[in-house]
């Protein structure tokens, strides 16, 4: 039995990783087993409901939104390598050490919707190196190829935390005494997928290359593809990234006509960045479903991005049908 706290020391040195890092990622992953034990106990500890405020996205936010934005932002002001930190619930980033090395951002609680309903939700967060000189906006607007770390804890039948130094991806389980357990190493996302995550409600929405994709993968063996697709959709990111972590898939968050200037729901840089940078160390591939995720220029804190993810072979597919159209 390996627990994080034996793990992380070992690899850091293994990968001349700095120890600071290591901390704040240390930081993190407290603070979410202290969000894991809240989300255990649901209604048992007051955390169900919604909060009766709105997030600068105009989002109505549930009470656990509040808690675990809360829990991640004082535990993380309480680290000295942390220089400031930017959270989907706020309207701004939030300064901490003048001398920290690192810039936190983070999802504190993905899939909000599944909350009162006892479907697994999570936290999404990404870490990158402060640039010299003042903290400001634009130090945390770096390409998700930037990224020094990036992980996420799901809090499902079991909690699970999922990171990546950029070696490899390791997959933890939490036990009985709150230790972090290494239970896989290096999962890999096969190439070839039968599985596809979408919102199929918003298709009628959808610009013409993702209906024609969608409408090939349903024609099933008699289609183009030539092979019956699956569907799942479980409505929290985390949830999604982590079955296509274990078994392979493609997950689509799309562009769609009811709003363009909002190109997609999800967000770049605390939640497509952080899975994107996931599942590529685990072989897979993340897109716009134009260009790599990674390699997108970022020009806000709360910028929304069309997503697909996952599968290499489905996500290249998904690009040229959009790049030739
Ligand atoms: P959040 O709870 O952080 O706002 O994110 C919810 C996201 C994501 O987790 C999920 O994939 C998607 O929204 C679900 O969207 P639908 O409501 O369209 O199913
Ligand atoms: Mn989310
Ligand atoms: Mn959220």
Not at 33 to 43: Q, Y
Not at 109 to 130: E, M, P, Q, R, Y
Not at 175 to 180: C, D
């Amino acid at each position: 039995m390996t627990t994080l706290a034996q793990f992380l020391p070992q690899h850091l040195q293994q990968h001349n990783i700095a120890v600071e890092l290591g901390s704040v990622l240390e930081t993190v992953v407290a603070a979410c087993t202290d969000i894991s034990g809240k989300v255990r106990l649901g209604a048992l500890s007051g955390v169900l409901g919604m909060a009766g405020t709105g997030n600068v996205q105009g989002e109505d936010q549930k009470k656990l939104d509040v808690i675990a934005n809360d829990i991640l932002i004082h535990a993380l002001k309480e680290n000295t390598q942390v220089a400031g930190l930017a959270s989907e619930e706020e309207d701004t980033f939030v300064a901490a050490h003048t001398d920290g090395k690192y810039l936190v951002l983070f999802d504190p609680l993905d899939g909000s919707s599944n909350i009162d309903v006892n479907i697994s939700v999570g936290t999404i967060f990404s870490i990158l190196a402060k640039p010299q000189g003042e903290l400001a906006t634009e130090s945390f607007l770096q390409k998700g190829k930037n990224q020094v770390a990036a992980g996420y804890v799901l809090y499902g039948p079991q909690t699970q935390l999922v990171f990546t130094l950029k070696h490899g991806v390791f997959v933890f389980t939490l036990n009985e005494q709150n230790e972090f357990v290494l239970t896989q190493e290096n999962p890999q996302v096969p190439a070839a997928t039968k599985e596809f995550a979408i919102n199929m409600s918003n298709q009628r929405h959808w610009l013409a290359p993702m209906q024609q994709y969608i409408a090939e993968l349903l024609a099933g063996e008699t289609g183009v593809r030539g092979k019956n697709y699956n569907m799942r959709w479980v409505a929290s990111m985390v949830a999604e990234i982590h079955r296509i972590l274990m078994r392979g898939g493609v997950f689509m968050y799309p562009q769609d006509t009811r709003d363009l200037s909002k190109p997609g729901k999800l967000r770049l840089m605390y939640e497509a960045n952080p899975m994107s940078l996931i599942l590529t160390q685990a072989g897979g591939a993340a897109s716009n479903a134009l260009e790599a995720m990674l390699d997108i220029e970022p020009n806000g804190l709360h910028q929304r991005v069309a997503v697909v993810m996952g599968s290499a072979e489905e996500v290249e597919y998904v690009n040229k049908l959009h790049q030739t159209a």
